[in-house]
């Protein structure tokens, strides 16, 4: 008997993969749960096992191919018993092997059937809608639309018997979303071409970096075609002839690169940022850390573990956010509420060679100062290496972003969305300054916040920076918490 493997779902927000390695060929023989292929996420770099014993019959992917959830990767000729699967083998395989290799978190499906309808951005099923029958589905996929501001009436059924499913619902979003971006591009474009009608026809920025679903040429970055029935293109953008004045070179913009461009400009659409500065005095603090170095990496038995800068500010963040918790909180547009979470989760940016990632510290207001620095020093490693979970990039309320170990004076940083706040700071360096009348040299950091200006004031955010800097300086101020 021959059975089709897919890729399974990875995790929540991620619908496509690229293939780093294939560590199997045809003909061979696998034992269940022995890696066949490793997989590059906008996440992570992930392993996934056979779900089956068997003999790989034919390899469908190669290396460096991007390939979405879905997708049919590889087949198997289990006992010998044939070559060739019929189409209820293949369903009944594609859903047992994602039930096997899919993480135990929440997840976020855009399934190759739903390819054509992301694309389009919000496709109406291909039957007559009756409003006045329900829509056949499981409550929790109810519960989701509603948060999501889907309308059930306008998805497209993957499920049998017309049940719209999970991954359905996700699917419909995500194009919707997308969908809003080229419009906005779009919407640009034209403002553009009233100022010079001279600009008529150019090349897309989805055909100049994109690539579809698969990273196919001339695929969308942000959703929707790229000409319309008549052939005239849409939402064009003018560039210049770049190869007319030397070498240069194309890359796909694919994996975390892409899921950054996607992200950044979803927040900065969405959010209307406002930056606030301050600095912070810690020459007490870079005493106290430097005394403590060696106890840290001691007591772990891990030099990687120290109480640095990132740690502190972890803690004073955590504190901070329970006195000021509109700072933790998410607007839900579609509803038209505010999300204000009693729980603080503090992702912290890591610089990557893939891009930047922001792995989350859980409930940091509940652990010490020597967890969190276990914890940080642990995913930093791991988020480097592109190895660190994936549910340890998820369910961030707040971000902390340092770029001080690279320099710089100052920054604002971009808001995390749908977060609504993040914390910047840059590199503490020596200073004069004034004590008690004097003039001494001190160890001053830059620091900055960026919120959403819809959620909180000017006030609210100086105030939240103030006793963020007052921990800071004085770090047996916790104690007295």
């Not at 809608?129 to 059930?152: F, H, Q, T």
């Not at 919407?187 to 009233?194: E, F, R, T």
């Not at 196919?216 to 029935?229: R, S, V």
Request: aromatic share 6%; with cysteine; hydrophobic share 40%.
């Amino acid at each position: 008997m021959a059975v089709d493997f897919k890729l399974p779902d990875l995790g929540e927000g991620i619908h496509e993969a690229e293939i780093i390695s294939v560590k199997v060929k045809e003909g061979d023989t696998v034992k269940e749960d022995q890696p066949i292929f490793e997989v590059e996420t906008d996440k992570a770099v992930v392993e996934i096992p056979s779900p089956h014993a068997g003999t790989i019959a034919k390899i469908m992917v190669k290396q460096g191919e991007m390939v979405t959830v879905g997708s049919v990767m590889i087949s198997y000729d289990l006992a010998g018993q044939g070559n060739s699967a019929g189409a209820d083998n293949a369903s009944k395989t594609g859903s047992t092997t994602q039930a096997k290799t899919q993480p135990q978190i929440e997840h976020k499906v855009q399934p190759s059937n739903s390819k054509q309808q992301v694309a389009a951005g919000s496709s109406r099923p291909a039957t007559n809608i009756d409003r006045n029958r329900p829509v056949p589905c499981a409550p929790a996929i109810r519960k989701l639309a509603r948060e999501l501001g889907v309308d059930l009436y306008e998805v497209s059924a993957s499920g049998k018997a017309g049940r719209v499913m999970r991954e359905d619902v996700m699917a419909y979003a995500q194009g919707s979303l997308e969908s809003k971006m080229h419009t906005q591009t779009t919407d640009d474009h034209i403002q553009k071409s009233a100022r010079h009608p001279e600009v008529t026809q150019s090349t897309s920025i989805q055909d100049k970096f994109g690539g579809s679903d698969k990273n196919e040429k001339g695929g969308p970055l942000y959703g929707g075609a790229a000409n319309t029935a008549n052939g005239a293109r849409t939402n064009v953008v003018e560039y210049p002839d770049f190869a007319k004045y030397g070498k240069v070179e194309r890359i796909p913009l694919k994996s975390i690169r892409r899921k950054i461009a996607l992200n950044m400009t979803q927040a900065w659409q969405h959010i209307p940022h406002v930056t606030t500065f301050d600095e912070a005095d810690v020459t007490e603090l870079s005493a106290l850390i430097s005394r403590n170095e060696q106890d840290f990496a001691k007591r772990a038995n891990d030099p990687r573990v120290r109480p640095t800068l990132t740690v502190i500010a972890i803690k004073a963040i955590a504190s901070a956010l329970k006195l000021y918790p509109q700072f933790n909180s998410s607007l839900d547009e579609n509803t038209g509420e505010i999300v204000i979470k009693h729980y603080y989760n503090i992702g912290v940016a890591v610089a990557t060679e893939r891009g930047l990632i922001v792995p989350v510290i859980k409930d940091a207001d509940q652990k010490s100062f020597f967890e969190i620095a276990q914890e940080l020093a642990d995913i930093s490693a791991k988020t480097r290496a592109g190895k660190v979970e994936l549910e340890r990039l998820q369910g961030g309320t707040f971000t902390l972003t340092n770029i001080g170990a690279i320099g710089g004076t100052s920054m604002a940083p971009m808001v995390n969305f749908p977060e609504c706040a993040i914390f910047g700071m840059a590199r503490g360096a020596q200073k004069p300054v004034v004590r008690n009348g004097n003039i001494e040299i001190g160890t001053i950091l830059p620091v900055a916040m960026s919120f959403d200006h819809r959620l909180a004031d000017g006030a609210e955010a100086a105030y939240f920076v103030q006793h963020v800097v007052k921990l800071l300086q004085d770090p047996f101020k916790f104690i007295l918490q």
